[in-house]
């Protein structure tokens, strides 16, 4: 009997750390470093529409920093959170430290929204929260009015032996995913679109 018991005792324990393995994740689990190394729980942002994005400050498309102080000064009040993650992975483009990294932001671009700590986006370095967010919204391909944009990029990927035109890696700096209010839906948008470029959605997404 006290077998019968063990082994029944034994597959409960078992079914159960099964079944919180296979729990899915959710946006809101996940707790980051922000640009000051304080830890963030996402959780904070429940009820806000998020559009994350990984930049950097010597890229051709840093002036999309612009783009998105616009986007963040007309929709913050209805709810919209930019979470901006700083990223050295694509030739470099973000060598600063943390405090640079601000000071940058601040006087060129007089950015307001939240800027959290350097992290890699792509590779075994990873940030788990990116891990997350590619397996929910692959890619799929780049628009079709940048063809010339895309070539290029996967050209410099090939040369320089990144990996990064395969799979789900993000492409380059200020890859972009926007995320509703409640966390489920997740849309992924390529560097080369503009922030201007989501508003359609941001719109939608905040009226949800």
């Not at 689990?29 to 994350?52: C, M, P, R, W």
């Not at 944009?149 to 990996?163: D, E, R, V, Y």
């Not at 509703?180 to 997404?205: C, N, Y």
Request: charged content about 25%.
């Amino acid at each position: 009997m006290k077998v019968k018991t063990i082994i029944i005792a034994t597959l409960a324990l078992f079914m159960a750390v099964s079944c919180f393995g296979q729990k899915k994740k959710s946006i809101y689990d996940f707790t980051v470093k922000d640009i000051k190394g304080n830890e963030v729980s996402l959780a904070d942002y429940q009820g806000k529409v998020l559009l994350i994005v990984n930049v950097a400050s010597k890229c051709g498309l840093t002036p999309q920093y612009e783009g998105l102080e616009v986007i963040y000064q007309k929709y913050k009040d209805q709810g919209l959170e930019i979470l901006a993650f700083p990223c050295n992975q694509f030739l470099e483009q973000e060598p600063g430290t943390n405090e640079e990294i601000m000071d940058f932001c601040s006087v060129n671009y007089n950015v307001t929204f939240p800027l959290f700590d350097k992290i890699d986006v792509n590779g075994k370095a990873e940030s788990p929260l990116y891990t997350f967010l590619k397996s929910k919204a692959p890619f799929t391909g780049y628009p079709e009015e940048y063809e010339a944009f895309a070539n290029q990029l996967t050209m410099i990927h090939q040369k320089t032996g990144s990996g990064f035109e395969k799979g789900n890696a993000i492409k380059w700096n200020f890859g972009k995913f926007l995320i509703s209010k409640d966390g489920k839906t997740i849309m992924r948008f390529e560097p080369m679109v503009s922030p201007e470029g989501l508003e359609a959605d941001i719109q939608r997404m905040l009226k949800e």
